[in-house]
């Protein structure tokens, strides 16, 4: 079983930015599409954005489009999330999540996800 492991969270200021990272030890990320969920207290888990296996197609929430972006580093073995003017609503718990076939974009399910980290937290306050 593929294991994540997600870094880079904390407090920020409003507008302010942040990079997440997700790595995985032992197994390479490159057969996997890497997704990016968040969860608010209280609050259902959402998906915020998805990045192929290749790499090509990058998939954004309309609500983060424009502010963060996705991408990948096979020769790191990493996953990124770039934030950028970030918002008070985007505080939350971030996770990546894995799995061997092509991003659900549209819609993101977690249960379509086997592998995941154990989140980030990223709080976004004056």
């Known amino acids: 079983q593929l294991q994540l492991v997600e870094s880079g969270g904390g407090w920020v200021q409003p507008g302010g930015s942040l990079k997440l990272s997700c790595a995985a030890s032992r197994f390479t990320l490159e057969p996997y599409a890497i997704a990016w969920f968040r969860q608010a207290p209280g609050k259902e888990r959402e998906g915020v954005s998805c990045?192929?296996?290749?790499?090509?197609?990058?998939n954004l929430a309309d609500s983060v489009k424009g502010r963060f972006t996705i991408s990948r580093d096979n020769a790191k073995n990493t996953v990124y999330l770039q934030m950028n003017g970030l918002k008070p609503e985007d505080t939350a718990v971030y996770y990546c999540?894995?799995?061997?076939?092509?991003?659900?974009?549209?819609?993101?399910?977690?249960?379509?996800?086997?592998?995941w980290g154990q989140g980030t937290q990223v709080t976004v306050s004056s």
């Open positions: 999540a894995a799995r061997p076939a092509a991003c659900t974009w549209p819609i993101l399910r977690p249960a379509d996800f086997a592998s």
């Open positions: 990045i192929s296996r290749i790499g090509g197609r990058t």
